[in-house]
């Protein structure tokens, strides 16, 4: 892959990132929303900013949705390392906010959690790719 093609791919990582987490921002401000869906949309924000930090440094990464095993995959030096040292409670989001099952549903509190762990996830990982050299033309600010 030439690094024009990288670049590319690494910043439709963070676009659809960016996308994701304004949703789940976005859906946080009505009062009608529904907090799994906030829940979920933020997992897949932190998700996605991960696995962009991952592909500008070359790295292979498993189609999993576990976020803890995914920001280790990143060398040393990464801010997002330092700064998210459990991103377990997000993670659960990946299946516990789409699918029924013995846990109980998300609550307006939990969304809010969410969302502002998934905004400093996508937050570090823009500044780290950006100390890496790697300029992100959409930062998420909607």
């Given at each position: 892959m030439?690094?024009?093609?990288?670049?590319?791919e690494?910043?439709?990582?963070?676009?659809?990132a960016?996308?994701?987490?304004?949703?789940?921002?976005?859906?946080?401000?009505?009062?009608?929303?529904?907090?799994?869906?906030?829940?979920?949309?933020?997992?897949?924000?932190?998700?996605?900013?991960?696995k962009?930090?991952?592909?500008?440094?070359g790295?292979?990464?498993?189609?999993?949705?576990?976020?803890?095993?995914?920001?280790?995959?990143?060398?040393?030096?990464?801010?997002?390392?330092?700064?998210?040292?459990?991103?377990?409670?997000?993670?659960?989001?990946?299946?516990?906010?789409?699918?029924?099952?013995?846990?109980?549903?998300?609550?307006?509190?939990?969304?809010?959690?969410?969302?502002?762990?998934?905004?400093?996830?996508?937050?570090?990982?823009?500044?780290?790719?950006?100390?890496?050299?790697?300029?992100?033309?959409?930062?998420?600010?909607?």
């Open positions: 030439s690094s024009s093609e990288l670049l590319a690494v910043r439709r990582w963070l676009r659809f960016a996308e994701d987490l304004h949703a789940a921002e976005t859906l946080l401000t009505d009062e009608t929303f529904i907090p799994r869906h906030a829940c979920w949309l933020a997992q897949q924000a932190a998700e996605k900013a991960l962009g930090a991952l592909a500008s440094q790295i292979q990464f498993p189609f999993r949705h576990d976020l803890d095993a995914l920001r280790n995959l990143l060398p040393d030096g990464w801010e997002v390392k330092r700064q998210q040292p459990d991103l377990a409670e997000l993670t659960e989001w990946a299946v516990e906010a789409r699918y029924p099952g013995d846990w109980p549903d998300p609550t307006v509190q939990d969304a809010q959690r969410a969302a502002k762990q998934a905004r400093a996830v996508y937050d570090c990982v823009v500044a780290d790719l950006e100390r890496h050299g790697v300029q992100i033309d959409d930062t998420g600010e909607h």
